[in-house]
């Protein structure tokens, strides 16, 4: 115990941010990372932990899984704020520690963590066709759950913000953690586009039969919101162009692409018409969509749906459901959705104590957090309005100022890419400014220019539009390595 409090001590503080009040930022997501940028680091004393070194750029990320963006456009390093901010690459086990004298773990405001290096590498890795999908999830594997145990290290807060996000819901269908491939991050896209590669580089071997080829060529997507209708776009683009070019008419003819949702309609969020624009352009494509259509269970190169049975397959990406995360579960004293899990927040965004009482040191944004009586979707514009708000009020506290408004969320509208140079763009639910919905190339102009105006750094506002062109005069980079 002795150690451990000599540690508190040693990351905690120091001679030259004594006077300032310490704050510190769990994870670096939308709503992490957006309060890291922009919090005032004169004033506060600033340390962020997060598993990783990194904020990912999520609208990219189908991109950067087909070949069609580097990685690097995609992410931001946290520790270009330092030494401004203090960076931790770890996981908050828990917040407080239990003492019976303390009456909530929030009371002590001591956050317990462990070091996240080294990372166990879920892409390199051995892979074969006889098991055709090795592990790969967005939930702690049986090989992170293996790894050594690192010494814990605590830290004290004055003021907290939680922005740990969610991990990708499983339902509890058998298989899928062993199964399948998630994208929530720039180690997935590269883990997908390793796995892409990889299924034409066997299918072209000439011991292969049609059959098989056809199976390793098979690529399920499961769930058709945003992120799985445009990396089945993304892919869609990749056969059409590189693919046929470099493997030939005949491989890229047997790749087959299969979109499924338990949902009545692809695109839920979106306008109808819209959503029913998509669905006519992937059936011209020829993605075969099967809506209506439950998963019961994945095995090694096969899943086995409701309404068709076994299913063979190539690679199988899941991208539907959010899972709370598991520091956001560990917590006892705070009030919590009982549907989702997610921590109950006011409308000034501190969360709220299972009697109802607000904690007002205490903010969480992001997926991690709903506000109580008021349902918003779970976006990256929710996440990063939210952190912009917090991030005001942190200013304004520092310099001895109240804030007095509560949240309000502004629509922004949504955006989908679709394949072959179109988008859809809903601008019906926005709050302010014009009511319009597009689709087509039109659409797609706004759905670059969006992202492109959005990346946070100079370096990726220079890099993102290079490779767009890039890739557009010589096509995608095919190799694996």
């Not at 557009?472 to 694996?480: A, K, M, Q, V």
Request: charged share 25%; hydrophobic share 40%; glycine share 6%.
């Amino acid at each position: 115990m002795s150690t451990r409090l000599h540690q508190t001590r040693l990351f905690s503080t120091s001679a030259a941010r004594s006077s300032k009040q310490r704050l510190v930022i769990l994870g670096s997501g939308w709503g992490g990372y957006e309060v890291l940028s922009n919090v005032d680091k004169k004033r506060w004393d600033v340390s962020m932990i997060s598993a990783t070194t990194y904020f990912n750029f999520t609208p990219l990320l189908a991109g950067c899984a087909v070949g069609t963006l580097e990685f690097r456009c995609a992410i931001e390093p946290v520790r270009r704020y330092a030494p401004q901010a203090t960076a931790y690459q770890a996981w908050c086990d828990k917040i407080g520690m239990r003492f019976p004298q303390a009456a909530s773990h929030f009371d002590q405001k001591t956050l317990t963590c462990v070091p996240a290096t080294p990372l166990p590498s879920r892409f390199e890795r051995s892979q074969t066709v006889s098991a055709p999908v090795p592990k790969q999830e967005a939930v702690p594997t049986d090989e992170e759950a293996a790894t050594p145990p690192h010494k814990e290290f605590t830290l004290q807060y004055d003021k907290l913000v939680i922005s740990v996000g969610c991990y990708a819901q499983t339902f509890n269908i058998p298989g899928v953690k062993d199964h399948a491939y998630f994208l929530k991050n720039v180690r997935d896209a590269r883990a997908i586009r390793s796995r892409i590669i990889e299924c034409f580089e066997e299918a072209s071997q000439p011991m292969i039969s049609d059959p098989e080829r056809r199976t390793l060529l098979h690529f399920c997507i499961i769930g058709a919101g945003p992120t799985g209708v445009e990396l089945s776009a993304e892919l869609h683009d990749l056969l059409s162009t590189d693919i046929r070019r470099h493997y030939g008419a005949r491989l890229a003819d047997m790749a087959r692409i299969s979109l499924y949702d338990v949902a009545p309609r692809m695109l839920g969020g979106f306008e109808k018409g819209l959503a029913d624009y998509a669905e006519r352009k992937f059936a011209r494509d020829g993605i075969d969509i099967k809506l209506g259509h439950h998963v019961e269970r994945v095995e090694d190169g096969a899943l086995h749906v409701k309404e068709q049975g076994k299913v063979p397959f190539g690679m199988l990406v899941w991208s539907t459901g959010l899972a709370p995360n598991p520091l956001v579960e560990s917590i006892e004293t705070m009030a919590k959705d009982g549907k989702t899990g997610s921590l109950f927040t006011d409308k000034h965004l501190h969360v709220l104590r299972t009697d109802g009482t607000a904690d007002t040191d205490v903010w969480a944004v992001g997926d991690a957090a709903i506000i109580k009586d008021e349902l918003l979707p779970a976006t990256a514009q929710v996440a990063q309005q939210k952190a912009k708000y917090v991030t005001h009020v942190l200013n304004r506290l520092a310099r001895d100022q109240t804030t007095s408004e509560s949240f309000r969320f502004k629509n922004q509208g949504s955006l989908a890419y679709l394949g072959d140079w179109k988008a859809l763009y809903d601008r019906t639910s926005v709050d302010s400014g014009p009511k319009v919905e597009e689709a087509g190339r039109l659409a797609w102009l706004f759905w670059r220019s969006a992202y492109f105006t959005r990346t946070l750094s100079i370096r990726n506002k220079l890099t993102v539009p290079y490779y767009w062109f890039l890739n557009w005069i010589f096509g995608r980079d095919l190799t694996r390595f």
